[in-house]
T-cell receptor, first 113, second 114 residues
Framework: DGGITQSPKYLFRKEGQNVTLSCEQN?????MYWYRQDPGQGLRLIYY???????QKGDIAEGYSVSREKKESFPLTVTSAQKNPTAFYLC????????????FGPGTRLTVT | AQSVTQLGSHVSVSEGALVLLRCNYS??????LFWYVQYPNQGLQLLLK??????LVKGINGFEAEFKKSETSFHLTKPSAHMSDAAEYFC????????????FGTGTRLLVSP
């Protein structure tokens, strides 16, 4: 079955540590996205990538980094510079054409203490 | 810039009652609008989308939405609520600039009581 996988489902880290969240898709989609979800704030775009080896900052990129070395993969690193990293992180992909919807993964809940 | 506003962070209905979730948009160009549903601790699933082909859009699970330009609205409805409809619903609009980026509303949690 085609889809988007995110691992792990739950992640716990100590403050000051970097952590990498995995996102893999087998939909052959060109574009991939990372969102952060906090209660009452909807989804906010962190980074997006239109094509391999290219990515752009979204609305809240500070304290995060990404890479896009393969079409199928778009890992997100939450660095120690992110002031409030505890959140639910969602990865999405789309074929890259304007009218197509985005397909979402199941999410990773990150807790930093 | 494009934006959407969802009125009501929580909506409660009884099973079998009409579901109405409100979404108003702001856009300087004809908008492309989406409704997504999120079940607890899961990702988002597309319910339906408006891409200017028809003002009444039918989606999955019996949901539909009507685009009303005069009211800048795209409200989501379902004639008869089911317990399984309990979830959070997000309205989104395609940004006018950039590459297929969506702007999401803050979400409405639908509670269904027996």
């Amino acid at each position: 079955d085609g889809g988007i996988t995110q691992s792990p489902k739950y992640l716990f880290r100590k403050e000051g540590q970097n952590v990498t969240l995995s996102c893999e898709q087998n939909l052959n989609h060109d574009a991939m996205y990372w969102y952060r979800q906090d209660p009452g704030q909807g989804l906010r775009l962190i980074y997006y990538s239109q094509i391999v080896n290219d990515f752009q900052k979204g609305d809240i990129a500070e304290g995060y980094s990404v890479s896009r070395e393969k079409k199928e993969s778009f890992p997100l690193t939450v660095t120690s510079a992110q002031k409030n990293p505890t959140a639910f992180y969602l990865c999405a992909s789309s074929p890259g054409r304007t009218l197509y919807e985005q397909y979402f993964g199941p999410g990773t809940r990150l807790t930093v203490t | 810039a494009q934006s959407v506003t969802q009125l009501g962070s929580h909506v409660s209905v009884s099973e079998g009652a009409l579901v109405l979730l409100r979404c108003n948009y702001s856009s300087s160009v004809p908008p492309y609008l989406f409704w997504y549903v999120q079940y607890p601790n899961q990702g988002l699933q597309l319910l339906l989308k408006y891409t200017s082909a028809a003002t009444l859009v039918k989606g999955i699970n019996g949901f539909e939405a009507e685009f009303k330009k005069s009211e800048t609205s795209f409200h989501l409805t379902k004639p008869s609520a089911h317990m399984s409809d309990a979830a959070e619903y997000f309205c989104a609009v395609l940004r006018e600039t950039g590459f297929q980026k969506l702007v999401f509303g803050t979400g409405t949690r639908l509670l269904v009581s027996p």
